[in-house]
Each structure stands twice: as structure tokens, then as C-alpha cells.
């Protein structure tokens, strides 16, 4: 296991992509980053790798009162992944799901948007994505985008994490193609834990840095 905690995202993405040199000068690699505190720790993999960098926007449901807590998570293309054990303990209805899932949407939109602005996402048909957030915590929003990525039709999904509970990490292994996490706590409460520095990713932070690496043509980096 690394040391914990890690000192920031920016430190944690460099050591990722130290896991990840097999994917380095590749022209079917493409990183994702869960946008926001994703896109930090993926920037730093897709410099290393020297391989294009894009976002993808997946929304967290979360429960009523406790906003923290997870029971689903929504993707682009209708995607719906639900915590269903959870559903069913808070009884939750179907309405008041669909009107998280209806706000969360909108939401969703309007980061697609923030974030892109004109610019096409990447395709990703035929292509490894190596998809990255900061951490996982339950789980349901790296399954939303996983069951998103798998309708384009990738040819591999690696997700590559800083930390995430054992239990979690088990279950991913069962839906991606790889999993790369450094470290598997036990005794896991947040991801936030995990970091010394686990400071906001803000709108702007994540333009910045995706317009920073569409700017730098990636031939041309060392």
C-alpha cells in the first residue's frame, strides 16, 4: 500500500500514472476524468501518458437530507444506476427518485456544457479509456459512467483510482476490464480522508486544465 494520506490530487495523479507507463505513447489511449475532483489526478496521467484528456459527467443521486450519501448515480444517454439494498431501507419512493434524478440532470447539462463548451467529446469507440476520479467512496457514480462508456463501445476500460474501500474495489473488478487502485483502506469513511489537501475542484480549475491539455499538442510533450 502507498503511504497515506496523499498530499493532494496532483500528487496522486503523478503516482497513478507511474502505475499506468504501459499505456504511455499510445494512439488508442484516451483518459476520462469524472469531473470535478477527478480531472485534477487525470491530468496528471494524461500528461505523463501523453495521451488526450476529456470529461465524463456523471451525477451523484443523492439521498434526501443527506446529500453526501449516495443511492444511484446518472450518466449521459439515460444511464441510471441505483443502490437498490439503500432504496429499499429509506423507502424511497419512485417519485421522489425520479425528481433527484430530474435535478441532477439538469445539472448534468449545464456541466457538459461548462466543461466542453463546442467541443465534440471524444470518441471513444475502439479505444482504451483509462477513466479516473480522486477516490470511490459507494461506488454507484464509477458504475453510472462505466455502463455510459460501455454503450460507445470502448475496446478496454481501465479504472485507475488513488484509494477506495476493499469492498468496492472487489465489486469494480467484476465490471471494468482493469482496476488500478493504490491503496484500500480499511476503516474507510470518504475519500477526503485519504488527503492532506482535499481543497474543492472548482468550474474554472476544471476548464483550465482541460483547455491546457487541448492546447498542448500531445506529440510535442516530454
Known sequence: MVGLPFEDRVEAGQILASQLRAYADRADVVVLALPRG??????????????PLDVMIVRKLGVPGHEELALGAIALGGVRV?????????????STIEAIARRQQ????????????????????????????????TGSTMRAAVQALRQ?????IVVAVPV???????????????LICLAQPAGFF?????????SE??????????ERANRVPVQSLM
Do not use: H
Open 38 to 51: 477527478g480531472v485534477p489526478v487525470a491530468f496528471e496521467i494524461a500528461q505523463a501518458l501523453r495521451a
Open 106 to 137: 439538469v445539472e448534468l447539462e449545464r456541466r457538459e456544457k461548462l466543461y466542453r463548451g463546442e467541443r465534440p467529446a471524444t470518441q471513444v469507440a475502439g479505444q482504451v479509456v483509462i477513466l479516473v476520479d480522486d477516490g470511490i467512496a
Open 164 to 178: 477506495a474501500p476493499p469492498s468496492v474495489c472487489e465489486e469494480m473488478q467484476t465490471v471494468v476490464d482493469e
Open 82 to 94: 441505483l443502490n437498490r439494498r439503500l432504496v429499499e431501507e429509506l423507502a424511497l419512493s419512485p
Open 190 to 198: 470518504a475519500v477526503g480522508q485519504w488527503y492532506r489537501d482535499f
Open 201 to 210: 475542484t472548482s468550474d474554472e480549475q476544471v476548464r483550465s486544465l482541460l
Open 152 to 156: 460507445q463501445k470502448p475496446a478496454r
